[in-house]
């Protein structure tokens, strides 16, 4: 069984997009479920029955081809603008990924939330959180999040983000629980950070991340290097991924 997380610890265009893909998703709400505390597995197993974490991550993308929450269309993103910070930079109308993450956790904090709420809330909090793990869904508001990118990977037509989003995991022809225990054990890392619950760092992690993620060279042959160069980043992202939505939820339940 692996350690609880208490021992592991003493993110203005629209942008098309689907998070990690299934895969990376799944991988990060299964990290996230090797570290709740024993208070908050219980209380999810009220709110969610048998419903777990891997299995909600993807139910945000799911509901994209229902109209009934196309408010949360924008959701999946947020785009800060080179020499900004979340604060500084313009905001979506109608909410970004780092609003929405603090929209879901006051749901959850909220006695008087239905079941309902607290259901959906989860599901998307599990997904928000992945999505903002993903560099890419802190845009610099000029590419769409690398949508705009457009690359040949492994001689097929593809961009900057769908590749990171699915293509560079996709293509190690594992699942999801096999990425999860590849990726979920100790690194050699600051533990405060690893498990760090500040949106406004998580936001900073993936600015920083630009000049690796853009460093592409070869737009019309990018393939084994690229994925080389790029594959230990994924890992630590998708391990920040669970072990901070685990730390979120053990917070508010634990």
């Known amino acids: 069984m692996k350690n609880s997380i208490a021992l592991i610890c003493a993110l203005t265009m629209s942008i098309t997009?689907?998070?990690?893909?299934?895969?990376?998703?799944?991988?990060?709400?299964?990290?996230a479920e090797n570290h709740l505390s024993v208070k908050a597995k219980k209380a999810l197993k009220e709110i969610m029955g048998h419903e777990s974490l891997a299995e909600a991550s993807t139910w945000m993308d799911e509901i994209k081809s229902d109209k009934k929450?196309?408010?949360?269309?924008?959701?999946?993103?947020?785009?800060?603008?080179?020499g900004k910070d979340y604060k500084s930079a313009e905001h979506e109308e109608h909410g970004d990924?780092?609003?929405a993450i603090g929209r879901?956790?006051?749901?959850?904090?909220?006695?008087?939330?239905?079941?309902?709420?607290?259901?959906?809330?989860?599901?998307?909090?599990?997904?928000?959180?992945?999505?903002m793990h993903q560099p890419l869904h802190v845009?610099?508001?000029?590419?769409?999040g690398g949508n705009s990118v457009?690359?040949?990977?492994?001689?097929?037509?593809?961009?900057?983000?769908r590749i990171w989003d699915s293509e560079i995991i996709d293509d190690k022809m594992m699942s999801y629980s096999e990425i999860a225990e590849m990726v979920d054990h100790p690194v050699d890392a600051n533990k405060d950070v690893l498990c760090s619950t500040d949106l406004d760092l998580w936001v900073k992690e993936a600015i920083e991340l630009r000049p690796q993620i853009y460093n592409i060279g070869d737009k019309e042959n990018l393939s084994y290097e690229y994925m080389y160069n790029n594959w230990g980043t994924v890992k630590i992202q998708?391990?920040?991924?669970?072990?901070?939505?685990?730390?979120?939820?053990?917070?508010?339940?634990?």
Do not use: C
């Not at 749901?107 to 928000?128: C, D, F, G």
């Not at 845009?139 to 769409?144: I, L, S, T």
């Open 17 to 31: 997009v689907f998070g990690w893909g299934q895969t990376g998703h799944r991988a990060i709400g299964k990290i």
């Open 104 to 131: 879901m956790k006051d749901i959850l904090k909220n006695a008087e939330s239905t079941k309902i709420q607290r259901v959906e809330a989860v599901r998307m909090l599990t997904h928000l959180v992945g999505d």
């Open 97 to 99: 990924v780092y609003e």
């Open 139 to 144: 845009g610099n508001g000029e590419d769409r």
């Open 69 to 82: 929450y196309n408010y949360a269309r924008t959701w999946h993103y947020v785009s800060v603008p080179e």
């Open 238 to 254: 998708l391990y920040k991924g669970g072990l901070r939505l685990a730390q979120i939820l053990n917070d508010i339940y634990g």
């Open 150 to 161: 457009k690359i040949k990977w492994f001689y097929s037509n593809s961009n900057l983000h």
